[in-house]
């Protein structure tokens, strides 16, 4: 009785420790997180500092002889095992800055999964809520995780979920991220993944990246092009009969995280710095998924598929002494239906 006693006496002190903690959490942060230092050495007490400082690893074994080097970096190394992690943070800080959401307030974010999950992380370290909404056929495994985050979520179609989230924020009072358009989302490319990128190679000849909101494109290939110039080739990979390739297809093909039926805001606002769009098939991204994660030993999800696909069309294009880098947003451990589909893909 008595140790419960003493317990309740002690509430005080531990919400102002933990008032202490999540102040310290939102306003201390190092403004280009892990980006600079890298975490292989890194002892921290704040997890959203092991956000960024990603590494780049050279495929060995399945780019061709008189190629150029093809790079992947490796953003499914992320806390929340994806490149969303960077945007995540960003938003919201964000969102903290300009007093659109205060402590205790709460978040609504549409997505396929990876944001979603990133917003739930970054949410719940920042204690605010997060309302997040999200395809109905989204991976069970994403959802699952959001949920034990503490975020509460909401299945949806995926034509109907921008308007669901808006929906919710204004009857619920909260904060709309909006990542197709929202400028932080290209910041944080912009000031974290692009540096990084030219500090592992320090010189780069093509770009290549699925566009989802296009923040990455847009933001690492403003980066590059400040830094070395038109020289170097930005490359958006989006799936077969993309609308943002294909107004006209008949029919889309469906990659986890890349945009097939609308053109995002970030994409009408930054098109001059892509320089050509590539369509990619289904079945394409996960055949050579499938010869990623048997001879690189890299544990890509489907759009890391499709991104280094057409990586190695640029590398042949390139020709030796050239580098060609790209990006692996997430892993396949995410997605179980695409473990079992790969499994045949090389035998
Ligand atoms: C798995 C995956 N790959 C690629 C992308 C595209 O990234 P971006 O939104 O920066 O264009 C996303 C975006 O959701 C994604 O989840």
Wanted: charged share 25%; with cysteine.
């Amino acid at each position: 009785m008595e140790w419960v006693l003493v317990f309740n006496a002690l509430i005080p002190v531990l919400v102002v420790v933990e008032d202490y903690i999540n102040s310290y959490a939102i306003s201390c942060l190092a403004p280009y997180l892990n980006s600079l230092c890298g975490y292989s050495s890194m002892v921290t007490a704040l997890i959203l500092n092991l956000i960024g400082g990603t590494p780049v690893v050279k495929l060995s074994r399945i780019v061709g002889r008189d190629h150029a080097d093809v790079y992947v970096k490796l953003e499914f190394l992320n806390p929340t095992g994806s490149h969303k992690d960077r945007i995540a943070y960003y938003m919201i800080k964000d969102a903290l800055d300009r007093r659109l959401v205060k402590e205790g307030g709460c978040v609504v974010e549409a997505s396929s999964g990876n944001t979603a999950m990133a917003v739930a992380w970054v949410s719940s370290l920042l204690g605010l809520r997060a309302i997040l909404v999200v395809n109905e056929d989204a991976s069970p495994v994403k959802v699952a995780a959001m949920e034990a985050l503490g975020a509460k979520v909401i299945l949806s179609r995926p034509e109907e979920k921008r308007n669901i989230a808006e929906r919710i924020a204004k009857e619920e009072g909260c904060v709309f991220l909006n990542q197709p358009g929202n400028e932080a989302n290209v910041r944080a490319h912009y000031e974290t993944t692009g540096p990084e990128i030219l500090k592992a190679l320090s010189d780069v000849d093509a770009f290549v990246m699925g566009i989802g909101t296009g923040g990455t494109v847009c933001g690492v290939g403003r980066y590059l092009k400040e830094r070395l110039g038109s020289k170097v080739l930005i490359v958006g990979v989006v799936p077969k009969g993309s609308v943002i390739a294909s107004p006209e297809a008949s029919s889309r093909d469906v990659i986890d995280g890349l945009s097939s039926y609308s053109v995002p805001d970030i994409v009408k606002r930054y098109r001059d710095i892509i320089d050509r769009i590539v369509e990619v098939g289904y079945d394409e991204a996960l055949r050579t998924l499938a010869r990623v994660v048997r001879y690189e030993g890299i544990l890509g999800g489907p759009s890391t598929g499709a991104n280094i696909h057409v990586a190695l069309k640029v590398a042949k294009e390139s020709g030796k002494g050239k580098k060609v880098v790209t990006i692996a947003p997430d892993t396949i451990l995410k997605y179980p239906k695409v473990l079992k589909e790969i499994k045949h893909l090389t035998q």
